[in-house]
């Protein structure tokens, strides 16, 4: 990590006269390998705080996108998580949703749209994703309405990583199971629902928490049919 630290001196920073932004995405993929997991984001939280005192490292501006919350036991004065600007990609409102299919210049009924809304909810990605698809005329919306919930879908790929990461716990498959399980919100546990909102599979109303949407709901009510606990 120090060899990482003098090589941003030395060959990156040394060269700019202006900001350089280091943008990494997916980062909770290194939150599955424990052992380079705390010394990879204290090195980040140092260099974060060397641009404090440093001129050369004010100029690195670090953006970590993450699809879950933190669980690595991190020291409080080592993650690079507790500092900065957290931004939290919410679901998108009625208007919005409509902006982007107006954008998308898609000739959607309101039936239509409320089919897929009722499938996907508010989702940034799996509306888009869907938009997307339909303007480049690669399916139908009534296909793939269909498929979506299925291996043959549009939304295979994010499911399964879903998928996998519920299964590496056995007590947040049995409380998502009890979720999809339920026709209204339901209480799980704090310690449960928060994450399973950290991962992006439930939303609150109150302290009960239910599918974020529907997809979901068909989803795992199929792969997790099989799965540990009750």
Not at 29 to 57: N, P
Not at 176 to 200: C, D, H, R
């Amino acid at each position: 990590m120090r060899r990482c630290q003098r090589y941003f001196e030395k060959y990156l920073l040394a060269e700019i006269n202006g900001p350089l932004i280091l943008g990494l995405d997916e980062v909770d993929q290194v939150f599955e390998h424990a052992d380079i997991a705390t010394d990879f984001f204290g090195m980040l939280r140092v260099w974060h705080e060397e641009g404090k005192t440093d001129d050369r490292w004010r100029n690195l501006h670090l953006v970590i996108v993450h699809s879950k919350e933190v669980y690595v036991p991190l020291s409080i004065n080592r993650s690079p998580f507790n500092v900065g600007l957290p931004i939290e990609l919410r679901e998108l409102r009625p208007e919005e949703i409509e902006e982007l299919v107006q954008r998308h210049q898609l000739d959607l009924s309101e039936d239509d749209l409320t089919q897929l809304v009722d499938l996907v909810g508010g989702h940034p990605y799996l509306l888009r994703a869907a938009l997307y698809q339909l303007k480049r005329q690669r399916t139908t919306l009534p296909e793939l309405l269909k498929l979506a919930p299925t291996e043959g879908g549009l939304y295979n790929d994010h499911l399964r990583r879903h998928l996998l990461n519920l299964e590496a716990d056995a007590d947040l498959v049995k409380a998502f199971k009890q979720v999809i399980a339920a026709t209204e919100p339901i209480q799980i546990g704090s310690t449960a629902a928060f994450k399973l909102n950290s991962m992006g599979l439930v939303k609150y109303q109150g302290n009960e928490v239910q599918p974020l949407c529907n997809l979901y709901r068909y989803y795992f009510q199929t792969h997790l049919s099989t799965s540990g606990g009750s």
